[in-house]
């Protein structure tokens, strides 16, 4: 009697309430033990929406470390990037196999990755609806969080952490808010985000990329002259003089063209400007390229030629040619019949591929930038702004115009911060917000300099000295 009644109080409200489901017990192409558990399985969004997760607890402490919440960009691309070729504990090899990251932050942090909207990665929608817009989306993902702490419950004690890359610029800043707003009474324990190389501003964005060309030596003086002296005010190069987002002078915005044409379609790789353009016959990687600078110099009058040509470069290219990203390996991976059964995808879910057209091509955009999300966060959590400072897609000097436009108090000097004995980038902090470079990293700050992004992470969210 009191054995059953023990074992009905322990069934109900043991803190091991882990959904057994979803667990991973056996992943395929991971050939050593791993020190902590894993989960991969669907969260319910808005409108019975199924948002693919995968969530790894952390190797130190679940019950007590932050979970962290990490979105992929686009819009339209997967976190399955992130778990897999960025900040995860296991990463995707040529061969199939995981190998370990050293530097996961799930050393110090349980993580989900969330692959949203629906009809990104192995998420879906129940009417195959994929058309959304960034309130759905933050919407959506609200509830689908909610679903994580009914399917995790014993981990709503712990603090948790919003974060992502690029187009998670919107989602993480836009999620944060709804959190705090709470119109559900769902009592997440937010206490912070973090956004890297994060699209804040499309007009900083667009026009601190012409300056950050120039100065990397992407396009020579004639240009530059002529640029400045048809964009800017009184031929004077800064951030408030010059307007390369939103010409109307025809010389400037014939100049502005060519310097776009040089920096984001002869061959550079857009993401790391010292990293290699990457030869691959997959579309996927074109759809990637393709989405992620679609939201370049969109109120440019030049933007549609510009990306009509990118658009036709990118449908000539034959296999050998560079679209400089390759996520081969990943789909791969996760289109095997037997990765797919270890992590829980029905057969009726369709096939992975790093970007969706589909979301990208209905993805409704409603904010030109993320000002009042800001300077509501930055009252209420605290934040960081990384960026790792070869990145042209979402540059590092458009990320910090757009901190310091916050007019927040500055809290501590700029100044350089170390990982080991190197210089590791450049921190200024704010009150409750953080301005952090990460040096010679690009777009996927956490693939290029693991181990520097670990230390500003664990950081951030411990509070401890850069
Ligand atoms: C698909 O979703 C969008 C956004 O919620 C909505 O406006 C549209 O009406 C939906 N389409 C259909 C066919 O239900």
């Given at each position: 009697?009191?054995?059953?009644?023990?074992?009905?109080?322990?069934?109900?409200?043991?803190?091991?309430?882990?959904?057994?489901?979803?667990?991973?017990?056996d992943?395929?192409?991971?050939?050593?033990?791993?020190?902590?558990?894993?989960?991969?399985?669907?969260?319910?969004g808005?409108?019975?929406?199924?948002?693919?997760y995968?969530?790894?607890?952390?190797?130190?402490?679940?019950?007590?470390?932050?979970?962290?919440?990490?979105?992929?960009?686009?819009?339209?691309?997967?976190?399955?990037?992130?778990l897999?070729?960025?900040?995860g504990?296991?990463?995707?090899?040529?061969?199939?196999?995981?190998?370990?990251?050293?530097?996961?932050?799930?050393t110090?942090?349980n993580?989900?990755?969330?692959?949203?909207?629906a009809?990104?990665?192995?998420s879906?929608?129940?009417?195959?609806?994929?058309?959304?817009?960034?309130?759905?989306?933050?919407?959506?993902?609200?509830?689908?969080?909610?679903?994580?702490?009914?399917?995790?419950?014993?981990?709503?004690?712990?603090?948790?952490?919003?974060?992502?890359?690029?187009?998670?610029?919107i989602?993480?800043?836009?999620?944060?808010?709804?959190?705090?707003?709470?119109?559900?009474?769902?009592?997440?324990?937010?206490?912070?985000?973090?956004?890297?190389n994060?699209?804040?501003?499309?007009?900083?964005?667009?026009?601190?990329?012409?300056?950050?060309?120039?100065?990397h030596?992407?396009?020579?003086?004639?240009?530059?002259?002529?640029l400045?002296?048809?964009?800017?005010e009184?031929?004077?190069?800064?951030?408030?003089?010059?307007?390369?987002?939103?010409?109307?002078?025809?010389?400037?915005?014939?100049?502005?063209?060519?310097?776009m044409?040089?920096?984001?379609n002869?061959?550079?790789?857009?993401?790391?400007l010292?990293?290699k353009c990457?030869?691959?016959?997959?579309?996927?990687?074109?759809?990637?390229?393709?989405?992620?600078?679609?939201?370049?110099?969109?109120?440019?009058?030049?933007?549609?030629?510009?990306?009509?040509?990118?658009?036709?470069?990118?449908?000539?290219?034959?296999s050998?040619?560079?679209?400089?990203?390759?996520?081969?390996?990943?789909?791969?991976?996760?289109?095997?019949?037997?990765?797919?059964?270890?992590?829980?995808i029905?057969?009726?879910?369709?096939?992975?591929?790093?970007?969706?057209?589909r979301?990208?091509?209905?993805?409704?955009?409603?904010?030109?930038?993320?000002?009042e999300?800001?300077?509501?966060?930055t009252?209420?959590?605290?934040?960081?702004?990384?960026?790792?400072?070869?990145?042209?897609?979402?540059?590092f000097?458009?990320?910090?115009?757009?901190?310091?436009?916050?007019?927040?108090?500055?809290?501590?000097?700029?100044?350089?911060?170390?990982?080991?004995d190197?210089?590791?980038?450049?921190?200024?902090r704010?009150?409750?917000?953080?301005?952090?470079t990460?040096?010679?990293?690009?777009?996927?700050?956490?693939?290029?300099?693991?181990?520097?992004?670990?230390?500003m992470i664990?950081?951030?969210?411990?509070?401890?000295?850069?």
């Amino acid at each position: 009697m009191w054995h059953s009644a023990l074992l009905f109080l322990t069934l109900v409200f043991g803190v091991q309430c882990a959904p057994k489901e979803d667990e991973i017990t056996d992943l395929p192409g991971l050939n050593y033990a791993v020190n902590f558990k894993h989960y991969s399985g669907y969260l319910e969004g808005w409108r019975g929406k199924q948002l693919h997760y995968w969530f790894v607890e952390s190797s130190r402490n679940p019950s007590e470390d932050p979970v962290v919440l990490w979105m992929n960009g686009g819009p339209g691309c997967s976190s399955m990037d992130g778990l897999l070729t960025e900040l995860g504990p296991y990463l995707i090899s040529a061969d199939g196999t995981l190998k370990k990251n050293d530097f996961s932050w799930n050393t110090v942090t349980n993580v989900i990755f969330l692959e949203a909207p629906a009809c990104v990665g192995f998420s879906y929608d129940p009417h195959d609806n994929c058309t959304t817009s960034d309130d759905e989306v933050s919407l959506s993902n609200y509830m689908a969080l909610q679903d994580f702490f009914r399917k995790f419950p014993e981990f709503k004690k712990n603090d948790f952490y919003i974060t992502g890359e690029s187009y998670g610029g919107i989602y993480v800043p836009t999620l944060a808010v709804r959190i705090l707003q709470d119109e559900d009474n769902a009592n997440i324990p937010l206490k912070g985000f973090a956004v890297g190389n994060g699209l804040s501003s499309y007009k900083l964005n667009d026009n601190s990329i012409v300056f950050f060309g120039y100065y990397h030596g992407l396009y020579g003086d004639n240009l530059w002259s002529s640029l400045v002296h048809h964009c800017c005010e009184n031929d004077r190069a800064n951030s408030d003089s010059c307007n390369f987002a939103t010409p109307t002078n025809p010389i400037c915005i014939k100049g502005v063209a060519i310097a776009m044409d040089i920096v984001y379609n002869e061959g550079l790789n857009m993401y790391n400007l010292y990293g290699k353009c990457l030869h691959s016959s997959n579309s996927g990687k074109m759809k990637r390229y393709f989405t992620d600078v679609g939201h370049l110099f969109r109120s440019q009058p030049k933007q549609k030629e510009l990306f009509e040509k990118f658009k036709h470069r990118l449908m000539s290219l034959k296999s050998s040619d560079p679209p400089c990203t390759d996520s081969r390996d990943m789909q791969n991976y996760l289109n095997n019949p037997e990765v797919r059964a270890s992590i829980h995808i029905p057969g009726h879910v369709q096939e992975w591929e790093i970007c969706s057209d589909r979301v990208y091509a209905g993805y409704q955009r409603q904010y030109e930038n993320m000002v009042e999300q800001y300077k509501y966060l930055t009252s209420h959590v605290p934040g960081l702004v990384y960026n790792g400072d070869v990145d042209m897609a979402c540059n590092f000097l458009g990320d910090e115009w757009f901190v310091e436009q916050l007019g927040l108090k500055a809290v501590e000097r700029r100044r350089m911060w170390h990982d080991g004995d190197q210089v590791a980038g450049f921190v200024k902090r704010f009150d409750n917000l953080d301005l952090v470079t990460i040096r010679g990293a690009g777009h996927m700050v956490p693939q290029d300099k693991p181990s520097a992004a670990l230390k500003m992470i664990t950081s951030f969210i411990f509070k401890k000295k850069y």
